[in-house]
């Protein structure tokens, strides 16, 4: 909004030149973002109490997980009215890429929305049971795909890391393997929301290393110097990957151990969902196994677990997702925090590695 308020008026006065950078349009979502969540975070934290919209905890987990019982949950909601407001304050809103971003944010939040109700309103440990919950988002992440590769005739060539003429062309295959990636990140990321703060500075250092990547594939002469595919336009996701830092900055300060809000599936499902959209957008999907890694490792601790039980009847860890089965091995919470915080950053600075090596 403020682009298409201010920008015009450069003419008259050249400070307002500036609003038409990304760079600090992007800043300024960031700070925005943030700005809005610790305004509003109080209030929205006594209604959530208000409403005894208590965090549900899992029997069978660890024994210290029982004090998180009556934190209020679905803070999720205040995230992205933060990640929104600050997104049509600074971005060019009805960019066909950031209007698909709204859209997936939307969908999947509700999805997450309704997850959420059914488990902290109605009483229901189970919340939305998969055979609705996956379909749903399998419906949404279709319907973004045939969007952007049908309507915008977005290309459909895919990005190896290391080989910078191996480009091939997937075609209509291009659809499923979009719809994967976003779904398949989705939960992974949700996988990943299960201790204070967990899940914030992992998603924190994706989105500003998307960022990086979305800035990088819009400029014609970057990317050509660094031989990736250049993508007119996805400039903007870097402003909508801004906000979702500053979102999840200020969130983290409320949602760090002990936490005083959780997030719930309203924000862990978009999250991933939107983190998914950006790499295919910025064709970096590929590249998204190693930025978010943490989310690869915790999905992949529970499909193992699951085939191992069902096949040999023996669980490979002593709890999955894996930070409960570093918990279960002696492990303090706080310590398993930090520890896949520090990862996330090694793996995010590796994949920017990336850019030089093709």
């Known amino acids: 909004m403020l682009y298409y308020l201010l920008y015009p008026l450069h003419s008259e006065f050249i400070g307002f030149n500036v609003v038409r950078y990304i760079t600090f349009r992007t800043l300024m979502a960031t700070f925005t973002a943030m700005l809005i969540y610790f305004v509003f975070n109080g209030i929205f934290t006594r209604y959530l109490a208000k409403k005894q919209f208590w965090q549900t905890v899992r029997d069978d987990g660890p024994i210290t997980h029982m004090d998180k019982r009556g934190t209020p949950t679905m803070g999720g909601v205040m995230m992205w009215i933060s990640v929104l407001s600050s997104m049509l304050l600074w971005s060019k809103f009805i960019d066909p890429y950031v209007i698909l971003g709204f859209v997936v944010v939307l969908i999947f939040g509700m999805i997450g929305f309704i997850d959420d109700y059914r488990k902290v309103v109605l009483k229901d440990p189970k919340g939305l049971r998969a055979r609705w919950k996956f379909p749903l988002q399998l419906i949404c992440g279709a319907l973004v795909a045939l969007v952007l590769f049908d309507v915008l005739d977005f290309p459909r060539t895919l990005s190896v890391p290391f080989f910078k003429t ?128 943490i989310f690869v490792m915790e999905t992949i601790s529970v499909i193992t677990q699951v085939i191992s039980f069902k096949l040999t009847g023996k669980r490979i860890f002593k709890m999955a997702p894996i930070h409960h089965h570093f918990e279960l091995k002696g492990w303090s919470e706080s310590k398993v925090i930090v520890r896949f915080w520090i990862i996330s950053i090694i793996l995010a600075l590796a994949s920017l590695a990336t850019l030089k090596l093709r």
């Open 166 to 293: 191996f480009i091939p062309d997937l075609g209509w295959y291009y659809i499923p393997f979009a719809i994967l990636v976003m779904v398949g990140t989705s939960n992974a990321v949700n996988l990943t929301d299960g201790l204070d703060g967990l899940v914030s500075v992992p998603c924190m250092v994706s989105f500003l290393a998307y960022g990086i990547l979305a800035y990088v594939a819009s400029h014609a002469a970057i990317s050509s110097y660094l031989s990736i595919q250049f993508i007119p336009g996805s400039g903007e996701l870097a402003v909508m990957c801004g906000a979702v830092v500053g979102a999840c900055t200020a969130f983290l300060w409320f949602n760090a151990h002990p936490a005083s809000i959780f997030m719930g599936d309203v924000g862990s499902l978009p999250l991933g969902a939107l983190l998914g959209y950006v790499s295919i957008v910025t064709k970096n999907e590929i590249l998204l196994v190693i930025i978010g890694g």
